[in-house]
């Protein structure tokens, strides 16, 4: 009787891991003399006396939600680098998959000897992985009404409206003032509808914000193409959130990076 044998081979699994964001240089300015007593103020590139950089951060498949710049610690050429972010949607891209930062250092800036300056720290964001959209009850559009969400969801903002009409300024035939105790920028999109549930059109305006001790309060106007008497309101949140820490390890020249 013939036997045979069999080779029993183990079976690899292949794990693969989601790119991390990656931190570019793109771009770098220097100001040695501001100029601003001899040109009534005019300063060299509007800038204060220093170095600057600007990067840009690039995901890959996760959307760049948020970013604290109180939290960012970088260094360039070894001073202490400030940034300069003024927060709403203008620093992401319109797919959240690129964040542009502006950092400067007004003093103690040290150049390696051929010239090259160190940048060097720490950029915290949050990722998120999808959407999901939460609508209110239809409401009357009328000062003093309050939007209401189903009971069961979290994290929506408490919005009412402070007033609605025909604005004071631009040609919008219609606007809805609301005051709110999240910042709309913390939303992925809020966007409209009829009662029977049909889309409406509309455009974000103007924003104020206000906060202390950890808390805030604002207010969020919204413009329409015509009058508007019964909506639904809907908050586009994010979901599967992650807080990432970036590592940044470059170096800024004149020569391209």
């Known amino acids: 009787m013939k036997t045979s044998s069999i080779l029993l081979l183990p079976f690899l699994t292949l794990t693969i891991h989601a790119a991390e964001p990656a931190v570019k240089l793109a771009g770098i300015q220097a100001v040695y003399d501001d100029g601003a007593k001899e040109f009534d103020g005019f300063k060299t590139y509007n800038s ?15 959307a760049m939600v948020a970013f604290d710049d109180d939290k960012a610690a970088l260094k360039i050429g070894g001073a202490k ?33 051929d010239g090259t300056l160190k940048i060097q720290g720490e950029i915290p964001i949050t990722l998120a992985t999808g959407k999901e959209e939460t609508r209110s009850e239809s409401f009357t559009v009328a000062a003093g009404t309050t939007v209401k969400f189903p009971a069961d ?20 035939p219609f606007e809805i003032e609301f005051t709110t105790d999240i910042k709309p920028d913390a939303f992925a999109g809020i966007r409209f509808y009829t009662k ?29 193409k015509a009058a508007q008497t019964d909506l639904i ?10 807080e990432k820490k970036l590592k940044v390890d470059l170096n800024a020249g004149l020569a391209t990076p």
């Open 48 to 62: 204060e006396k220093g170095l600057g950089v600007t990067l840009i951060i690039r995901s890959v498949d996760k």
């Open 233 to 242: 309101l809907a908050v586009e949140s994010w979901t599967g959130k992650e």
């Open 81 to 113: 680098a400030k940034c300069r972010f003024f927060g709403g949607d203008m620093a992401f891209s319109k797919d959240r998959l690129a964040l542009k930062l502006e950092f400067t250092a007004e003093s103690a800036v040290k150049a390696a000897s």
């Open 153 to 172: 969801k979290d994290g929506l903002p408490a919005l009412k409206i402070k007033s609605s009409g025909k604005p004071k300024w631009g040609d919008d």
């Open 196 to 224: 029977d549930g049909q889309p409406v059109e509309s455009k974000r305006g103007s924003t104020s914000w206000m906060s202390f001790g950890g808390k805030g309060s604002g207010s969020v106007t919204y413009s329409f």
